[in-house]
């Protein structure tokens, strides 16, 4: 969102347009730093909004608690679109709720792959067939995540498009002297969870170290495997051959990644794999689990895919360590490529068309509405959700007479 908005100012959005009014970002408040209103670099105004978070800043979710402050920033900033990120904020889905609400035009981006049959992915599915119904344009940063979307929302694939994620090749860059030790460096930089695979990590390591006596690991990151991985070392005592460096900041990204020659992707789930590009802009070498939409983001020149099963990601690891060796791998010709592949700017202008599009849609009636949520959420959901939005309307008039829109001083 930070570089889409800089990117956006730069464009010419900061001042008032036919497309866009200010470029600002809502979020919950990092108590007790990041509060109230702040300005980031290229005059990116961001609301910290005062809001109750549960645990690892996951907010409670709720459906009218935002709506009062919302309100008064979005007609305070005189705002034309909300566009809302992540499929489980319960945040970004009440902002998708309330800019209808209000009138406004609703863009949503899915960064996330689910399933289909556990219970879990049901009932999230469930409810961003909800949210997304009344939006009017959806974003996916992949290929297979559009297609995933489509069917758990049940859209129609004309109001969904694809634009990548991209990286910033001026902030990584390859080191021009690295390894100095002469061995070969595998950097892992991944939330320590499950569902990145760290499991898989914890095979794979011994039998590479086994293997190949001059290969080390640096692995960055923290979560709830981080005490598993701590485990593994000491078993295996391989406490001078595995690095376990916590939590990297975003600004030791490079640092972290330009520590080693390959970088190693063990996820079991992965709609685009940001951390991909950012290790291969930076020169590495890249072995990655091939799942969800990792397989379109680079060409086997630049990665090798690997099945989700410690014997493959061995095996691949193998091959790769071998590939280093030969000193056939050229990093800065591949930081060159990924820079011309993925662009900031490239993908603001992408991202500017669908803006376009959602304000060229017609605006909805309150009855079309209604008529939308009964027909996706069918005999027993359909009503109650339109209750819900009922609510919320009655809600809005309500804050109209206590806070008249003519009486929220607007932003010059």
């Not at 009014?21 to 990041?34: C, L, M």
Request: proline residues 6%.
């Amino acid at each position: 969102m930070y570089m889409i908005g800089q990117h956006l100012i730069r464009r010419g959005h900061k001042v008032r347009t036919t497309t866009l009014t200010q470029v600002i970002v809502i979020t919950h408040a990092y108590s007790p730093d990041r509060v109230g209103i702040r300005y980031l670099s290229a005059g990116i105004k961001v609301y910290y909004v005062p809001y109750g978070v549960l645990v690892r800043q996951d907010t409670l979710p709720n459906f009218f608690g935002l709506m009062p402050v919302l309100r008064s920033i979005l007609i305070r900033e005189r705002i034309q679109i909300v566009h809302a990120h992540q499929a489980l904020s319960s945040m970004a889905h009440e902002g998708l709720f309330h800019a209808k609400c209000l009138g406004l035009k609703a863009v949503f981006t899915d960064h996330s792959l689910f399933g289909f049959a556990d219970v879990g992915s049901i009932l999230t599915n469930k409810l961003l067939r909800f949210a997304l119904t009344d939006v009017d344009h959806v974003v996916c940063v992949s290929h297979t995540g559009r297609e995933n979307t489509v069917l758990r929302a049940a859209l129609h694939p004309e109001n969904v498009s694809t634009i990548p994620n991209a990286v910033d090749a001026h902030q990584l860059y390859p080191d021009p002297a690295p390894c100095r030790d002469g061995g070969i460096c595998v950097v892992v930089l991944s939330r320590l969870m499950y569902r990145k695979g760290i499991d898989l990590l914890l095979e794979a390591i011994p039998p590479l170290c086994e293997q190949h006596p001059d290969v080390r690991f640096v692995i960055g990151g923290d979560g709830p495997k981080y005490v598993e991985l701590e485990q593994m070392r000491e078993r295996h005592m391989l406490q001078d051959r595995v690095e376990l460096v916590g939590a990297v900041r975003q600004r030791d990204i490079r640092a972290h990644l330009t520590r080693g020659q390959l970088f190693l992707n063990t996820s079991l789930t992965e709609a685009f794999g940001t951390t991909i590009i950012e290790a291969t802009c930076a020169g590495l070498y890249v072995v990655t689990t091939k799942v969800g939409g990792i397989p379109e983001l680079l060409p086997p020149s630049m990665m090798r895919l690997a099945e989700p099963c410690a014997e493959a990601i061995v095996d691949a690891m193998s091959h790769a360590i071998e590939y280093i060796r030969s000193g056939k791998h050229d990093a800065m010709a591949q930081h060159q490529r990924v820079a011309s592949m993925y662009s900031w700017a490239e993908t603001t202008q992408r991202l500017e068309t669908v803006y376009a599009r959602a304000m060229a849609a017609p605006q909805r009636s309150a009855t079309e509405r209604f008529q939308r949520y009964l027909a996706v959420g069918g005999p027993v959901g359909g009503p109650i959700i339109c209750l819900v939005v009922a609510a919320q309307m009655i809600l809005a008039l309500i804050l109209e007479w206590v806070i008249p829109d003519a009486s929220i001083p607007r932003v010059p």
